[in-house]
């Protein structure tokens, strides 16, 4: 399985490089920088989902899915005791979270993820009841209600219980509708400023070259590595045609860091076609402690008047694989970096201690960021 996973790695590395090389040649400003303060918003809202098949909440063990059931139905005009004890299993309390795109006007739909916050065992054929979605300012900015769409299924019986995916998040494509406008300028005065993805001196200096070259020298300067300032017409429909030209226009960036991304609790390691090594010796072997665990029985003599006595008997061995100082050669390239690292012939647990050493040893040309 280990030399599988090394070796579809590498045809995908080797396939991939001609297409990141090309593509990589000019990319259109869009993708490389986005406009300041045009952003989403987040918003967020506290709700009730019905009409479970009795995998709801257990409400003695949530007393707030409790109190909202109360508080809603008195607002319909149907008043209960604060003291009263409900049984309900097909209602469960939940989170409702959206994102409001910019430019949304009154009354148009985006969609919202719903997300239980109690002990209910799926949300799967549930309807969310109308939930008004807040932002950070408190103020609401769109009303939820509908049904929900969870991918999984499940099921229980006996003790035993199969579940396929998540069943305790769901979405409503379009659920939310939009009830209050965040204002959104295009730029401050005469001017609009780009912001890059990331900070890049070289490939900010380029935006501003290929800017000042189409529409004119002195359009366009660099701030700092991340921002580019843009004079623009101040006339609304004017600006917009300006801005759709500036997007489309096509920059070379230039070359990303090196780096290497790990992730030890999935095993993932993804490198980028800058990474390269040096030629190293890696000797790497796999320990192993078993413990075997016995039960004994001792039985006394039929007429000692003794008892039986358990007893646990332990066997505890201790194994060192081998690992033979092996080799390394130097990689210019992402497909010849892979080519030395499966020679070693780890396994992707091994491979993150294996390229923390070589970081730490110099030999790996790149930035190792573990997430």
Partial sequence: MTGKFFKLLAIVACCSLPLISGSAQAERIKDLASVQGIRNNQLVGYGLVVGLDGTGDQTTQTPFTTQSIINMLAQLGTTLPTTQSLQLKNVAAVMVTASLPPFARIGQPIDVTVSSMGNAKSLRGGTLVMTPLKGADGQVYAQAQGNL?????????????????????GRIVGGATVEREVPTLLGQGPFVHYEMESTDFGTTQRVVEAINREMGGGTAEAIDGRVVRVQAPEEANARVAFMGRVENLEVRPTKSMAKVIVNPRTGSVVMNQMVTIESCAVAHGSLSVVVNAEQQVSQPNPLSAG???????????????????MPVKAGANLAEVIKAINALGANPQDLLSILQAMKAAGALRADLEII
């Fill in 149 to 169: 769409m969870v991918g999984g299924a499940g099921a229980s019986a006996g003790g035993s219980r199969a579940v396929i995916n998540h069943l305790l998040a």
């Fill in 307 to 325: 008892q039986t006595v358990a007893t646990t008997q332990a066997d505890i061995s201790i194994r060192q694989g081998g690992g033979a100082l």
